[in-house]
DNA sequence: CTGCCAGTTCAAGTGAACTTGAGGTCAAGG
DNA sequence: CCTTGACCTCAAGTTCACTTGAACTGGCAG
């Protein structure tokens, strides 16, 4: 099964067509020939594209996700970099983990309004530290497969 | 102290005066009046801003903020819709922990390259599930305070 | 009274990450 | 041989969350 097809690519990897070209236009994948003018793609496209979902998943810009890569095409991570995403993951976790807290409180609250739950109100400020202080947010996609 | 105006909620809350105006134009905050052709804000915004910040950091879009304020303006959270981003917050923590188990070890992994290295592969592994299955990312905003 | 400057409006621009549309091509099946 | 349909290219469009620019206004200091 050596060489396949961007529909197969998109099927297993669950990207799609659309967005593989765009990948390989930005330098994140290559294709490796073509029939006819369908482009052809080495299984290995797979890990490649795990690699560049790690690197989204983990806060990373398709820039940054390309410059991992060395020019050669083999991942070339810089393991200091990789450090200190981890400790900045770290951060966001911890403000996450807060907010889910807070947010759980909140839907079981027996305050009429949440404003009067000081529970809540921590929460808030919380928010509001995180904000003023380094500001991170998490985004999920709008695409497909409703949760 | 009643009424600020937008320069002192933006010095207080750390939004910038042109995000005040664009959150009010969406209606996730409102003016009290003005001075002039100045803005005057009740210093309760601050917790709204808060509020929204909070929201934000859960992963609300701001129209989904917009939706969790009564028309009179008090916030009117679903419990229900809580507890959901909640759980969703959850598995989000669950997967940054592990992506950030795998950057932690990929920056001191001895293997020459990240590929060979089993346990990459495996938060390779868990990337790859995370997209295909519902696909979350996290995003840090690129705005002041480096880091 | 006059000018300044921080505020105002409205439209347009930005950047990230894709998606969509129009028009074209080609390998395979009937 | 000819149609078909999946893939191709390239440009433009979309969404989100803001920011920026140009032109204007008006309260307050001097």
């Known amino acids: ?64 996700i390309a410059r991992m890569f060395a020019p050669d095409g083999r991942p070339r991570i810089d393991r200091k970099l990789l450090a200190a995403k981890a400790d900045e993951l770290d951060r966001t976790i911890r403000r996450l983990n807060a907010m889910r807290d807070g947010l759980r409180h909140a839907a079981v609250c027996p305050a009429p309004s949440h404003m009067e739950c000081p529970t809540f109100r921590r929460l808030l400020r919380v928010a509001a530290a995180g904000k003023i202080g380094e500001k991170k947010k998490v985004k999920k996609s709008r695409r497909k497969s409703g949760s």
């Open 1 to 64: 099964m050596r060489d396949i097809d961007i529909a197969e690519v998109a099927q297993l990897s669950g990207v799609r067509a659309s967005t593989l070209r765009f990948y390989e236009e930005k330098g994140l994948i290559a294709s490796h020939g073509r029939r006819g003018l369908r482009r052809l793609f080495d299984p290995a496209v797979l890990d490649r594209l795990a690699l560049i979902a790690l690197g989204r998943a983990s806060g990373f810009s398709l820039d940054e």
